[in-house]
């Protein structure tokens, strides 16, 4: 991992990581009960080259953001023609940007087991009948009828504000 201090000019200590996964680990949010706290953001790229940004029910699960969409959504068609994406999150005391290339996810344990962590955040997310997508009693409705097509973005890049004292500005290259 290439770590590059963007606030050593103005004399902050680069961000640790570790303790930024540790709070993604955790479920971390700026106040737990803020509204919001847990926004989750996805930008795809469109068909022109310009930025798509949408609100997403992404989960950190080892290492990774997972989301889930429809294949006629809009989020759904630029990941399958252009798979890079990035994800921003606010996580107590800290902005969190991670930068990545959604890969769909079909294998049925992999489904099973992003399912469950979805059902156990509080969305009763299960796999369908061919193990491949998902479903559920409810969803967005610009989701389209399940199933939903799974994806994964594991980081290539980060980049982490810390908003309190001694505050750090530092990208990360994996």
Excluded at 62 to 70: H, I, N
Excluded at 102 to 122: H, L, M, Q
Excluded at 154 to 163: D, G, I, N
Aim: glycine fraction near 10%.
């Amino acid at each position: 991992m290439e770590t590059i201090n963007l606030g050593e000019a103005d004399g902050l200590p680069p961000v640790d990581w570790a303790a930024v996964v540790e709070k993604l680990d955790a479920g971390s949010a700026p106040r737990p009960d803020a509204a919001n706290a847990r926004t989750t953001w996805l930008c795809t790229v469109n068909e022109d080259g310009s930025p798509h940004v949408t609100a997403v029910g992404a989960l950190w699960v080892d290492g990774a953001f997972w989301f889930q969409t429809g294949a006629g959504t809009r989020k759904g068609r630029n990941v399958a023609r252009d798979p890079r994406c990035s994800v921003a999150v606010s996580i107590h005391d800290a902005d969190v940007v991670i930068e990545g290339a959604a890969v769909r996810v079909t294998e049925p344990g992999a489904v099973a087991r992003i399912a469950e962590a979805w059902a156990d955040n509080g969305w009763p997310a299960e796999p369908d009948e061919s193990g491949s997508g998902i479903t559920a009693p409810f969803n967005a409705p610009s989701q389209g009828p399940p199933p939903w097509n799974v994806y994964r973005i594991e980081p290539r890049s980060a980049t982490v504000v810390l908003a309190t004292e001694p505050g750090g500005l530092t990208r990360f290259r994996f």
